[in-house]
């Protein structure tokens, strides 16, 4: 599989399944990503062997 998305969603829905999103405390701004999709975004990086996050962003 060598398409960053469907990988990203796949992975992403695995772990919506099993993890629990609990609230997290008062934070100054609101971000962008939560954090697992940042979480999911690492994993797919790994998986699809990119190295560096600047070619995530290309």
Do not use: C, P, W
């Not at 697992?36 to 998986?47: G, K, M, W």
């Amino acid at each position: 599989m060598n398409n960053l998305g469907a990988n990203y969603g796949r992975i992403l829905e695995v772990l919506r399944k099993i993890s629990s999103e609990t609230l997290l405390s008062y934070q100054r701004y609101v971000s962008r990503m939560k954090d697992l999709e940042v979480v999911s975004l690492a994993l797919t990086a790994e998986y699809m062997g990119i190295d560096s996050e600047n070619h995530l962003f290309r």
